[in-house]
């Protein structure tokens, strides 16, 4: 049996190399493995590869060696088309800047990817109306992003980022932006849909501070995992 035959992703031997001037590689030989219900913290200073290393776990970028396997499908046998159509169904993604539909409410932006997923209208309010009760943000569903806080903007986008039910949640320094105080309340809200949904996340983050909300802590140095 394949030892990582259950792992939700993985790479293996990941380089990530730019030729500008003399070259620089954003990634070296990086092999990592995340399990189902795992909540894996990628800490490192900025510039250590952490963006990089999502962008190529989630397919928006192709390694320059190695090889990236989700769920057994390697992406570099998938056309741009079928990686785009994982990204839709099995991936979600929380960035650092909110990224919101600005013409959009907060309602609809958490549900402008069910729509785009042709999910029956039903449905569409019933989860919507679950992750606006659990991201606290039931008075605020019918206000747009520029009538929301920092923090609410945060929690709108985690919720698109939940609403189509993804396999794995990639989050790149999504406390950015963010005071002390409403950081940990997002990385609260991460464990809390990690440890009673079981969802997969993985988030990258320079700070330290957010190791205790994680189960596994993978520290990345200059491109490569040191820890």
Known sequence: MDRYENAIIRCHEVTKFYPVGDGVFALQNV???????????????????KTTLL???????????GEVIMKGRKFSRMSEDDLA???????????????????LTAWENIAFPLRIAGVPPSEIHERVGSLLSRLHLEGRANHYPI????????RVAIGRALAPKPSLILADEPTGNLDSKTAREVMELFRDFNQRDGQTFIVASHASEFEQYATRVVKLRDGRIVE
Request: glycine share 16%.
């Open 31 to 49: 092999h990592l493995v995340v399990y189902p219900g795992e909540f894996v913290l990628l800490e490192g200073p900025s510039g250590s590869g």
């Open 55 to 65: 962008n190529i776990l989630g397919g928006i970028d192709r390694p320059s060696h």
């Open 85 to 103: 159509l994982l990204r839709r169904k099995d991936l979600g993604f929380v960035f650092q800047f909110f990224n919101l539909i600005p013409e």
């Open 147 to 154: 009538e929301l806080s920092g923090g609410e903007q945060q």
